[in-house]
């Protein structure tokens, strides 16, 4: 990892270099704020630490100039400060600072929190990978990256909703249980890459043989992230993953698939990823129909109350309508580069496990 240090105190920044090389960093110097943000401009930094004061641009105008020049990845940004006022910390964090360290800093301490910057950072080039991964996935059947952003944002506010009606007990109803929904439901298609062509770009409707074919794509998916978690117990994101794959198109009712699964034996996550990934469907046009309107997607969600989707799940959802409404206003697949074509297969919206539309 890359780190730029932001100092016009030539001595400070040999101690910083010190502090930061014994932790094995690559370590950058400048000597003002103008002088990082041309450095920024040519180096690819994960990270910045900056004096508080310097003469030109202080390092809270260095992380203001940050944030509004934006980029392809996110800067982790840690000011040095003798600064300890609650006004002045609230101060640097609007302006885009991640962390403050008081001067003179203990060199440990400074260790202690560029693992934590690291940490944090890793969590962004997971996210990223997932997505990639799933639009990966996606072109297979010439789905739109939309699609999945409309998905993760649909499953969020779901989340987010319920997690809020269960007071975040049990523990895996939490804040960190939203982000994690957010972060892998793009997956829950995942197991399409395993699925054959010439069932998957089907234009019309499947026979019994391809709709069993197609079925597979959800134990694919699930049994392929199962390998990962098997090998890396401990990682939540994978165990998230492997559940909204795998359960996805479980029904409340005990008849979906692929295990038939009731009730509360079906993982919450992938009771949430079914809903959005169903509504998502129906307000969407697809190569075998017109969009519906939300007002028709509603009606059928709510008579799928209690067989095909989780009571709990439709209620969050009949809570967030308008946030559904922005999120389908802003993601248009008319925004797209490609078009929105899916083969007749993913909603189920009758009572029975017949092959979908």
């Excluded at 997971?126 to 993760?152: P, V, Y």
């Excluded at 198109?249 to 169903?278: F, M, N, Q, T």
Aim: proline share 4%; charged share 30%; glycine share 6%.
């Amino acid at each position: 990892m890359k780190i730029l240090g932001v100092d016009d105190d030539e001595i400070a920044l040999d101690i910083l270099e010190a502090a930061v090389s014994s932790e094995g960093y690559e370590f950058i110097r400048a000597k003002d704020g103008y002088d990082a943000l041309r450095i920024l401009q040519e180096e690819r930094v994960q990270l910045v630490i900056s004096d508080w004061m310097m003469p030109g641009l202080t390092g809270i105008d260095l992380a203001k100039k940050i944030r509004e020049t934006g980029g392809s990845h996110y800067t982790y940004i840690i000011i040095l400060t003798s600064r300890s006022e609650r006004a002045d910390l609230l101060d640097g964090l609007q302006a885009g600072a991640d962390d403050f360290i008081i001067k003179p800093f203990d060199p440990m301490e400074l260790r202690l929190r560029l693992r934590v910057a690291q940490r944090i950072l890793a969590l962004e080039t997971h996210q990223l990978t997932i997505f990639i991964l799933a639009q990966l996935a996606d072109t297979r059947d010439n789905e739109t990256g939309n699609h999945l952003n409309r998905i993760r944002l649909y499953s969020r506010i779901l989340a987010e909703h319920i997690v809020k009606r269960l007071n975040g007990t049990p523990q895996e109803e939490s804040l960190d249980f939203v982000e994690l929904i957010y972060m892998t439901s793009p997956l829950h298609d995942i197991g399409k890459v395993g699925i054959p062509d010439s069932v998957l770009l089907k234009p019309g409707r499947l026979d019994d043989r391809e709709f069993a074919v197609m079925k597979t794509h959800t134990t694919l998916g699930g049994h392929t992230l199962a390998r990962a978690v098997n090998q890396y117990p401990d990682v939540a994101y994978l165990r998230i993953a492997r559940d909204i794959a795998m359960s996805h198109h479980e029904r409340y009712d005990g008849h979906g698939y692929p295990a038939g699964l009731k009730g509360d034996d079906i993982p919450l996550c992938a009771r949430i990823v079914s809903l959005a990934d169903v509504y998502d469907a129906l307000v969407s046009k697809r190569v075998y129909k017109d969009p519906f309107t939300h007002d028709v997607a509603k009606r059928i969600i709510e008579e799928g109350r209690g067989t095909q989707f989780d009571p709990l799940v439709v209620d969050a959802f009949l809570e967030s309508e308008e946030e559904f409404l922005a999120i389908v206003s802003r993601y248009s697949d008319d925004d797209c580069d490609t078009d929105s074509i899916l083969p007749a297969v993913g909603i189920s919206v009758l009572p029975a496990p017949t092959p979908e539309k």
